[in-house]
């Protein structure tokens, strides 16, 4: 009974005690909004998207510089003399052309091209000339013996510049030590 009394006890007690928390409450009026707090430190780097759609075609480029021009010549030959030449015509390769083109000449002989100045197996060394004029030429004379050089055909490349530049230095005042210097890239 006594277990009763104090349950029913505690009860009360808990009611009267806890009904003033229960009834007092938040009023349903808001205040007024802070003043906005300072920015946060910068947060981690995320996981990179997936990849984005193929993008259109871009426009065709400039053309390149590709005007070499190629001319094959059939069988030649070459007594095995020093001085012994042959003269080839550079059909449609004024003086103009020639003067700002590189030229290459290659002689062919059995499965192998030789690039003449230079050795050309058994036959002895071959140097080019280059003439140009209205209608520009190339010799290509023997220099040393060797044998009779009877060549299948000889092939010519003319590349012409597409950018001409002066290689030399402009003038030194030799009589300024500075300009001097620095033409030459001396030290201090």
Do not use: H
């Not at 806890?18 to 906005?36: D, L, N, R, Y």
């Not at 003269?87 to 192998?112: C, E, P, Q």
């Not at 040393?144 to 030194?172: F, M, Q, W």
């Amino acid at each position: 009974m006594k277990t009763i009394k104090f349950t029913s006890f505690l009860i009360i007690v808990v009611l009267l005690v806890g009904s003033p928390i229960t009834f007092q409450s938040c009023s349903p009026e808001k205040g007024e909004v802070g003043a906005q707090g300072p920015a946060g430190p910068a947060g981690a780097q995320g996981p990179a998207g997936p990849a984005g759609a193929q993008g259109p075609a871009g426009a065709a480029g400039q053309n390149g510089n590709a005007n070499v021009i190629q001319i094959t010549y059939g069988a030649k030959t070459w007594a095995n003399t020093v001085g012994a030449i042959v003269t080839l015509s550079l059909t449609g390769v004024n003086a103009d052309v020639a003067g700002k083109s590189a030229y290459f000449t290659f002689i062919r002989d059995g499965n192998l091209w030789y690039s003449v100045p230079g050795e050309i197996s058994t036959y002895g060394e071959f140097r080019t000339y280059l003439t140009p004029a209205a209608t520009s030429t190339v010799s290509i004379r023997r220099v040393s013996t060797g044998t009779i050089l009877n060549a299948e055909s000889v092939r010519i490349l003319i590349i012409p510049a597409n950018d001409l530049r002066n290689g030399r230095l402009s003038a030194v005042d030799f009589t300024n030590y500075e300009a001097v210097k620095k033409a030459y890239g001396l030290p201090d």
